[in-house]
Structure formats: structure tokens, C-alpha cells
């Protein structure tokens, strides 16, 4: 981890130049102030009065802008406070974005998240125009793989069904059986062995997530190196040092942290699953050992719960900004385009996930049952 003595960490850049040359002058003047004010009063507890000038003229823009181009904003809990509680339309996690994304009915679909997600709503709504603010919101894992690793993979194990993490491009979604999410990473493994009439699926491409499943499953898992790159810093030692320095704190992390670290944590789960955690438990004390934008979130809808605060930066989606936002609706950027041979495929490969029964509540990994070894392809 980064620092254990958490100060806000300087991602902002909403009062930096757009690259485009933007006709109309944004200023918090009054008529800014009447739109925005109760939005403020939602964030106020995670953002600063100071800061609230200069996000509050593109808030009310981009709310305006919406309206006039039948917009909606997905954004993923990872999104800074004021994209997440001032301009999304929808959010959650990976699973509720690529469910919701089916359904939407708007022109226009802005992604407040990374490309992958992007890509997921562009195959899902082959009509609509998708847009993500910024092109280069990547991810980790999705560089961690192509779809031509995944069709060699295929070819040394034609009986296994491959099971597809979502955080993956289009390419390898297509040469993929299925796709999963961290919120029912196990139930779609299992799903898998089973229509498939295997004892083994492999589950691709993070490592930690794989190692997860395997110990919440009797399949046999085999699985490939990549990781996500704000989760695998995190350590039990981590946790421990928390433990010591902040007594009954409790732990929430995400599966794609290392075994050692879920083992430690008393929850993992998707984010949506670490922010239904702290809703229906209400824990006196409680760190999110994930992305640091979620604490944020989840304290604005849980104000006597104290948070305490480190965490790791996503790069990636912290170049989602209010600024690029606000240019990617007035100028139409950056608009995802997927070759629509390989949308048809990657299409199968999320429906069949879509398919599958809607949990009652979000996966929980199982602390508590042993590590099993998992072969790498
Ligand atoms: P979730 O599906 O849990 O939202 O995770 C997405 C992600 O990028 C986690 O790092
Ligand atoms: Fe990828 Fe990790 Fe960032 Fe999520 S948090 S987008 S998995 S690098």
C-alpha cells in the first residue's frame, strides 16, 4: 500500500484546459449556484467548499447537455465523488453497468468508467452511440491478454470452457464460452463445468480472482498471469498494520486482491458487494482495501460510518474527469466503434452471463475455506 496516513490524493484536473476550444465561458455564478446547490449537499462530507467553483459550472453543463442530446452516464464506483453522485445517471459495478447497458434507452451512452466498459455497452447497444471520455481509460487486465493468446489457449484445451473476466476487449471476449464478473465469478464457473460436463474451466485473465474462485468452488480452475494492478499491491501485512493501528476496524476487499489479503479481510466481494456490505451492516469502523474512490461513494450514502482511508489509485479511472466529460458530450468524444464480426461474438459470450439467475445479493467470497492450487495455461 501506498500511505498508511491517507491525504486526498491530487487526481483532480477539472480546472485545466479542455483540448477542444469550448465556445461557452463556464463560471459559478448564481444561476450555477441555484442548479447545483443541493447537489453539494450530498457530497459536502467528501468534497471540499473550495473545490466545489470549479466543479459546479461543468456539473450544471453536463446536466443541460444531457437533457438536449438524450444522454445518460453510466459510472462505476470507482468515479471521483462529483462525476459518481453529480452527473451519473446509473451506477455500480461492472455486472449492474453491462446489465444496465442492455436496457438503456437514450441516444447516447457517455461511459464514466474504462474502456472495457465502454466496449461491453458498445456490444450490448450495437445501435446506440457509446462514447468514453477518454480513450485511453484502460485496464490492467485487459492489456494482460489478446484474443489470439485466448484461441492458442482454446486450441491446447479444446474440452475446458473458457471463462472470460469482463475486464477483457472485445477480441478475447469473442474467442471466450462466457464472460463473469468479480460478482458472480464462482456462480458462472460452476454454471460453466457444468454445461460444459467438466470437472475444470478455465478462468481467465486475472490470477487472483482465479485463485479466489478456486477456493469457493469444487471445479478445478487453471488460469493466466495477469492482474489488476491497484489490487495486487495490497498485502495481509496490510491489513494487519490496519488491525493494529485502528483496533475493530473492519476489512472489505475485492477478490481480484491477492488469497492471503481476502483471507485476511473479514468480506470480499465486487464493489457493489463491499458498498452493500457497509449499508446493511453499518460497521462503527470500516477500510475498503480497493480503488480509493469508493470510500467517497459509500460514505456519502453511509454518513455515521467512519471510514478509514487507504487505498489504491486506478490511473486508468481517474482519467475520467467532469472536464472530458463535458467535451466528450458537446463534441461527440471518443466514440467506441467494434468490428461488428467480433461484437456477434463477444455478444454470446456476455448474454449467456446475462442469462444466468440474478443473485438475490452479491457473491461473498468465503474467507474462511483453504487455498487450492491453480495451474497456469
Ligand atoms: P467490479 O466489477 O467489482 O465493479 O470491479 C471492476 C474493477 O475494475 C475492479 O477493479
Ligand atoms: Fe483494471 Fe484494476 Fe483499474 Fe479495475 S481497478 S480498471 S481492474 S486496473
Redesign the pocket.
Known amino acids: 500500500m501506498d500511505d498508511m496516513n491517507w491525504t486526498r490524493p491530487n487526481w483532480r484536473c477539472d480546472t485545466e484546459q479542455s483540448d477542444y476550444s469550448p465556445e461557452e465561458t463556464l463560471v459559478y455564478d448564481d444561476d450555477v449556484k441555484a442548479d447545483t446547490d443541493h447537489l453539494y449537499e450530498r457530497v459536502k462530507d467528501v468534497i471540499l467548499p473550495e473545490e466545489w467553483p470549479a466543479h459546479a459550472p461543468l456539473i450544471a453543463a453536463i446536466n443541460r447537455l444531457k437533457k438536449e442530446r438524450r444522454a445518460i452516464i453510466l459510472a462505476?464506483?470507482?468515479m471521483t465523488p462529483e462525476i459518481f453522485n453529480c452527473v451519473g445517471d446509473l451506477s455500480?459495478?461492472?455486472?449492474a453497468?453491462a446489465r444496465m447497458a442492455a436496457d438503456v434507452e437514450e441516444d447516447i451512452i457517455v461511459q464514466a468508467g474504462?474502456h472495457f466498459m465502454a466496449e461491453t455497452a458498445k456490444i450490448m447497444c450495437p445501435d446506440k452511440t457509446v462514447l468514453i471520455p477518454d480513450m485511453r481509460a484502460g485496464?490492467s487486465?485487459a492489456e494482460s491478454i489478446t484474443g489470439e493468446d485466448v484461441a492458442a489457449i482454446k486450441a491446447k484445451y479444446p474440452d475446458y470452457p473458457i471463462v472470460t473476466y469482463?475486464?477483457t476487449s472485445a477480441a478475447v471476449k469473442a474467442e471466450s464460452d462466457v464472460c463473469c464478473?468479480?460478482?458472480n465469478a464462482v456462480q458462472v464457473t460452476e454454471w460453466a463445468a457444468k454445461e460444459w460436463g467438466t470437472d475444470t474451466v478455465i478462468l481467465i485473465p486475472d490470477e487472483f480472482l482465479a485463485r479466489n474462485v478456486a477456493a469457493n468452488t469444487d471445479v478445478r480452475i487453471l488460469t493466466w498471469k495477469g492482474a489488476?494492478e491497484?489490487?495486487e499491491r495490497f498485502t495481509a501485512e496490510d491489513v494487519e498494520v490496519l488491525r493494529e493501528g485502528h483496533p475493530g476496524v473492519v476489512v472489505l476487499t475485492?477478490p481480484?486482491s491477492p488469497v492471503d489479503v481476502v483471507k485476511a479481510a473479514d468480506y470480499a466481494?465486487?464493489?457493489?458487494?463491499m458498498a452493500a456490505y457497509v449499508k446493511n451492516k453499518q460497521p462503527a469502523k470500516v477500510v475498503l482495501l480497493?480503488?480509493c474512490s469508493m470510500s467517497d461513494n459509500v460514505a456519502v450514502e453511509n454518513p455515521s460510518v467512519k471510514f478509514v482511508r487507504p487505498c489504491n489509485l486506478?490511473p486508468h479511472?481517474k482519467r475520467i474527469t467532469l472536464r472530458n466529460i463535458y467535451d466528450a458530450l458537446r463534441y461527440n468524444r471518443h466514440e467506441i466503434e467494434v468490428d461488428e464480426t467480433i461484437a456477434a461474438r463477444a455478444r454470446v459470450s456476455i448474454q449467456r452471463m446475462l442469462d444466468l439467475p440474478k443473485p438475490d445479493s452479491p457473491a461473498q467470497f468465503d474467507k474462511d475455506r483453504a487455498p487450492v492450487d491453480v495451474e497456469l495455461v
Open positions: 462505476h464506483n470507482y455500480g459495478d461492472s455486472l453497468l474504462v485496464c487486465l469482463v475486464n464478473t468479480s460478482g489488476c491497484v489490487h475485492h481480484e466481494g465486487s464493489t457493489a458487494g480497493t480503488e486506478c479511472m
